[in-house]
């Protein structure tokens, strides 16, 4: 007998987790709720999150606020494709996990469907990445910008807003100091770490950068493991030949030597998986973080992450932790759009399909950023098996209140094996600090 939707009364069926007239969640079965209720069971080999890349040369893009329906149906379609192969799987376990995926992609698919019939070609956007903080007080010294009610500059502690005679305003720049921990863990599933993490520094000119990095690898056997390592030594090498010869002179000049990075890895991922069969469809994601001076320069491809934390707060509204990525998965979007929420989509079934990532594709587009540093701050990298398990409040609680670094990774560690460890689990965590 089909059951109706309890938020818009349409028809659905018994099966069904997706509303196809309103896209809304809908409630557990009793029997399977009770399950729920008495928490999951241990995970086991059948229990690992599928990863992988959806291959198309189709991208989701951003459009002021709002996503363009074609684009988002485009990416669901590969989903269900890709499941679709899965349900010719040996394994049982496999093939059911395939037909509830595509059951529930079909339910959106149809939802979105609609939409298009109805006229519409773009749908709002209903939560997207915060506003930073901003700098309203320029310095009379060295220029840099500073925030609102700030009497000292930030850069070089020179008194700000005409405190100071002219005369008085010759100063030595105070430089900032990082204190940089990493970890990464196979987790208490998988058979093996195809996370790579790296932090170390650049050589410049008259100085040094900071560099930080972290790859999730997806494939058979090891070919994740080898993805990763692989787009990690060449984005380091590539930003180290970059940076050789004259510093870049700005923000955009930096990003742009960060994108040139994850392209070069790009290209050399494509090419192994090409050339050995085993390896054939390989891929990672690739955040990269580069520090120069007290600037932040961001690159990201796929859905590991940079966070910005400061118990001061990191955007305008005061809150304490801000995202500085956005996902490149299929659940990523769905949020956007509203068809399912944050927290559903930290268990979703798809949450591991990427449609943008390292390798999969002969070319890829790369997010980039760049923010500026102050005292106070926290850079954390991480890949999706410590924020699968671990919300974002929870990583900036531990992040913010652990004052040494190595410590604060151990324990958001420990926290995401605590709740399952079901993937691989890497962290980067620098903290800034002021001069002594």
């Known amino acids: 007998m089909n059951a109706t939707c309890p938020f818009c009364g349409a028809a659905v069926q018994p099966r069904s987790r997706f509303c196809p007239a309103c896209g809304k969640r809908l409630p557990a079965p009793p029997g399977e709720a009770a399950a729920q209720a008495a928490g999951p069971p241990p995970p086991s080999e059948a229990d690992i999150p599928v990863e992988a890349a959806l291959h198309s040369h189709k991208r989701v893009q951003i459009h002021g606020d709002s996503l363009n329906l074609h684009e988002i149906i485009n990416v669901v379609e590969s989903g269900v494709r890709w499941w679709q192969e899965k349900l010719t799987n040996a394994d049982a376990a496999t093939r059911e996990r395939a037909a509830e995926a595509i059951e529930e992609l079909s339910q959106i698919l149809h939802s979105l469907s609609k939409q298009l019939a109805q006229g519409r070609e773009t749908i709002r956007i209903t939560t997207r990445l915060p506003a930073l903080r901003t700098y309203e007080v320029g310095c009379p010294v060295c220029g840099r910008g500073n925030r609102a009610g700030?009497?000292?500059?930030?850069?070089?502690?020179?008194?700000?807003?005409?405190?100071?005679?002219?005369?008085?305003?010759?100063?030595?720049?105070?430089?900032?100091?990082?204190?940089?921990a990493a970890r990464t863990d196979q987790g208490r599933v998988r058979q093996n770490n195809q996370d790579s993490i790296y932090t170390g520094t650049i050589k410049l000119r008259g100085g040094a950068a900071r560099l930080c990095l972290v790859a999730d690898g997806m494939g058979g056997a090891k070919a994740g493991e080898q993805a990763s390592r692989i787009a990690s030594e060449v984005a380091q090498a590539q930003i180290q030949r970059g940076a050789d010869g004259p510093a870049p002179p700005d923000s955009a000049a930096w990003q742009d030597l960060l994108r040139n990075a994850a392209r070069a890895a790009n290209s050399r991922v494509y090419e192994e998986s090409r050339a050995d069969d085993e390896r054939k469809g390989m891929g990672t994601t690739l955040t990269i973080a580069l520090i120069v001076g007290d600037r932040l320069h961001i690159a990201s491809v796929g859905d590991s992450r940079a966070y910005l934390l400061n118990a001061g707060g990191v955007t305008d509204d005061g809150a304490t932790t801000a995202q500085l990525t956005s996902d490149h998965s299929l659940v990523a979007r769905l949020v956007d759009i509203g068809q399912i929420t944050p927290e559903q989509a930290r268990t979703h079934p798809q949450r591991n399909l990427l449609y943008r990532s390292i390798g999969t594709d002969p070319s890829v587009e790369v997010d980039t950023l760049s923010e500026q540093l102050e005292p106070g701050d926290l850079v954390l990298l991480c890949s999706d098996g410590l924020f699968n398990h671990v919300r974002d409040e929870e990583i900036a609680q531990i992040a913010l209140k652990q004052p040494d670094p190595n410590r604060a990774c151990e324990q958001l560690v420990a926290l995401a094996n605590e709740r399952g460890g079901r993937d691989n689990i890497s962290v980067v965590i620098v903290r800034v600090e002021g001069p002594k």
């Open 150 to 180: 700030a009497k000292y500059c930030l850069s070089c502690g020179a008194l700000l807003a005409g405190q100071a005679r002219e005369e008085t305003l010759t100063v030595t720049p105070m430089p900032l100091r990082f204190r940089i």
